[in-house]
C-alpha cells in the first residue's frame, strides 16, 4: 500500500537531525483523550512527555520549573484556567516555550495574547489535533534553533522555487510569478489571490521597511509602496516557493534583520483589537501590511536574525475550500536565533 504523503513528511523530518527537547507537559484542559493522543505523537521529539494535570496541578507540583516545553489545550480550559495560567506566565513561574493550541481563538482575545502577554507560539487544531508536522517543525526550531528555510515545512525532495528582487519593478515581477505559481497548484481561486496578496505584502515590507543607515534608522519607510528603491548588489530581497498539493508556501528574506519580535506582536495586536489604533495609515508603514499578511494565510511564521536576516514564511492550507480557509483558526510563530 502506498504511504501517504503527510507520513512521508513526518517521516522525513524526523530523520533531520532532531534533538529531544528536555522535557514536555501538555495541559490538556481535562481532555485525557487528547492528551495521550498528544504525548504518544510527540515521544520522538521529546524525552519525556507528562500529561492528565491541570494548571493548578501542575504549578503546585513544580512541573513548570521542569518543562522545556508547555504544550496547552486552549479551548478546553476555563476562564479561570486561562487567567491563571497567564498570571504564571507574567510571574515567570513558566520559564519553557508555550505552545498554544487551538482551533481558532476570537480576533481580541488573540490580540491580548499577543500584546498583553507577549505570547509567541499558536498552532491551530483540527478535530482537537493539530497538524502533526507542524507541530515537529515547531518544535524543532525551539529547540534547535535551526530556524531558517520554507523547505522545513515540505516534504524532503520537494522542489523550491527561488527569486531575487533588488527594486520595486523586480518585487512586482516575483508577485506575478508567485500568482501563476498559486494557479497551478491551486484550485480555489481565491487561495490563490490569498497568496498574491501575502506575497505582494511580505516581499514590500521587506523592500521597503528593511534597510537602515549605519545608526539603525530606516531608509525607505517613510515611501509610499509606488515609489521605486534600489538596493546594492549584496542586499537581495530573497523570494522562495514551493508546494506540495496540502499546502502552497512563500518565504521573503531580507539580509537586514530590523524587524523585531514587539513590533511584530504590536502591530498583530493593534490591528487584532479592532480599535482606533489599528492602522499604520502612514506612507509605507508596516502594520497593515503585517496583518494583510496574516490574514491571507493559515500559518504566518517569522525568523529572526537581529541585525543579519529577517525570514517571513507565509503556507496556505490548499486541501478545502476559500470559505473553508477562512472559517479555519490559523497557526503564527516568531523564532528567535540566539545572539552570539
Known sequence: MM???????????????????????????????????????LRAAIADVETGVSVAQAAKEGLFANSGILLVNYDALSS?????LLALIEEEVICGHVLILSSGLPSKELATLLFDHRLTNFL??????????????????????????????????????????YNRAEALEAVQFAKSFAKRLVAAQRLGDAFEVATYELVTNALYNGPCDAQGRPLYAHLARNEDVSLSKDEPIEIRLCGDGRRIGVSITDVFGTLSSNRVLDYLGKCLRQGRDQIDVKPGGAGLGLYYSYSSVSHLAVNL?????????GLIDVRGSYKEFVSRGKSFNIFKAEVG
Open 124 to 165: 491551530r487544531t483540527t478535530n482537537e489535533l493539530p497538524e502533526l508536522d507542524e507541530l515537529l517543525v515547531t518544535i524543532h526550531k525551539l529547540v534547535t534553533k535551526d530556524l531558517f528555510g520554507l523547505d522545513k515545512y515540505f516534504p524532503w525532495g520537494c522542489p523550491v522555487t527561488s527569486l531575487q528582487a
Open 80 to 84: 479561570e484556567e486561562r487567567r491563571e
Open 305 to 313: 536574525a537581529p541585525q543579519k536576516r529577517t525570514e517571513m514564511i
Open 3 to 41: 504511504e501517504a504523503p503527510e507520513n512521508q513528511h513526518i517521516e522525513s523530518i524526523c530523520q533531520r537531525s532532531f534533538r529531544l527537547a528536555p522535557a514536555g507537559l501538555i495541559i490538556d484542559g481535562g481532555n485525557r483523550v487528547f492528551g495521550r493522543v498528544l504525548a504518544r505523537q
